[in-house]
């Protein structure tokens, strides 16, 4: 069986995009193929990303930032944007079928003590943690109905 590819987008691919991918591959990875990308890659992920993300399991510290053209010539089933810019930069990939819109704060731009730019980046992960298995559980759903 082909799993559907899904691509989570954000303008730098440096954080949600890449906390929504790996929350989404831990989740659902045994029957969906997760990528994120960006419209205009930062070039890294935010160390910062990698390090809530250990904090729950999951290792994103692999992940490289790309580019959403990365991804023109492939079948991708459904882009999830996670941020605004990306939202209105999405181009139409080939064999789309779905799209949908999950806005999140940026953590990137958080400011105060550390401490205090780390809660940003849980909570968002947090946030993203709920709804992209929310997601993967309705996906699996409709697995199951088949």
């Not at 991804?71 to 939202?87: H, K, M, R, W």
């Amino acid at each position: 069986m082909n799993k559907p590819s899904i691509l989570v987008l954000c303008t730098g691919n440096s954080c949600r995009s890449h906390l929504a991918e790996g929350v989404l591959r831990s989740v659902a990875g045994e029957f969906l193929e997760v990528h994120s990308a960006g419209s205009k890659p930062a070039g890294y992920v935010h160390p910062l990303a990698i390090q809530v993300m250990k904090e729950i399991g999951i290792d994103i510290s692999a992940h490289r930032s790309k580019h959403m053209n990365e991804f023109l010539s492939q079948p991708i089933e459904t882009v999830i944007t996670v941020c605004g810019n990306a939202d209105q930069a999405c181009p139409i990939f080939p064999g789309q079928l779905n799209r949908h819109h999950w806005g999140f704060d940026d953590p990137a731009h958080a400011t105060g003590t550390e401490e205090e730019i780390l809660a940003v980046f849980r909570r968002v992960r947090d946030e993203i943690r709920r709804v992209f298995t929310a997601y993967a559980d309705g996906r699996r759903d409709q697995l199951r109905s088949l």
